[in-house]
């Protein structure tokens, strides 16, 4: 159980165009879902916190205008990165939890992103 | 503000050995740890967890964690090590002292490498 589906897993685009990734929980109901960032050999940078039905939550330096979160249903959410550029190539990974506070995060496969 | 630290970048054992990856964590109450392993160009798979109990977790693949609360320490233990442990390895802690959405903040990572 708790399998979230990431998807797509690679993509290129060509700057000034937009990408949309999706992020799926499978088997369990997200009513949370966070949006990271991971550059080469680095941590997780949590990018913003989406709870269904509501507006995402960004971290400080986060451009929201840039990274458009939806969590339209309790079991996806999108990111859309907006007029991508080269410095936006990344890998890009969403998590799920459970309503509950107690709950480890579920990660999706991640998403890697180069822009031309 | 929570925060985790890894003290170490890489941590390289031999096949057999015992292994252990360091973490200490901040927080203003009570932590939710976590430790995740990630394999090159995926996503993080959940390994263990410490919510209340008893301070030795055990989890996946072998891996155990002690939790040592006047340290404030979360260590990552195997008591002998498998080539195919190699990976990169998060320690990750969560403030139950926030909203139901807390966020869980992730160290910086250690890689792990096991020699034959």
């Known amino acids: 159980g708790a399998v979230v589906s990431q998807h797509p897993s690679r993509v290129i685009c060509k700057s000034g165009t937009s990408v949309k990734i999706e992020c799926r929980s499978l088997d369990f109901q997200a009513t949370t879902m966070f949006w990271y960032r991971q550059f080469p050999k680095q941590s997780l940078m949590l990018m913003a916190t989406s709870n269904e039905g509501s507006k995402a939550t960004y971290e400080q330096g986060v451009e929201k205008d840039k990274f458009l979160i939806n969590h339209a249903s309790l079991t996806l959410s999108t990111l859309t990165v907006t007029s991508a550029h080269p410095e936006d190539s990344s890998f890009y990974i969403c998590?799920?939890?459970?309503?509950?506070?107690?709950?480890?995060?579920?990660f999706g496969e991640g998403s890697r992103l180069t822009v031309l | 503000a929570q925060s985790v630290a890894q003290p170490e970048d890489q941590v390289n054992v031999a096949e057999g050995n015992p292994l252990t990856v360091k973490c200490t964590y901040s927080v203003s109450g009570n932590p939710y740890l976590f430790w995740y392993v990630q394999y090159p160009n995926r996503g993080l798979q959940f390994l263990l967890k410490?919510?209340?109990?008893?301070?030795l977790v055990k989890g996946s693949y072998g891996f155990e964690a002690e939790f040592n609360k006047s340290q404030t320490s979360f260590h990552l233990k195997k008591p002998s090590a498998l080539v195919s442990d190699s990976a990169l390895y998060f320690c990750?802690?969560?403030?139950?002292?926030?909203?139901?959405?807390?966020?869980?903040?992730f160290g910086s990572g250690t890689r792990l490498s096991i020699r034959p």
């Open positions: 410490y919510i209340t109990g008893d301070n």
């Open positions: 998590s799920a939890t459970t309503s509950a506070n107690t709950g480890e995060l579920f």
């Open positions: 990750a802690v969560r403030d139950i002292e926030g909203s139901s959405a807390s966020k869980i903040i």
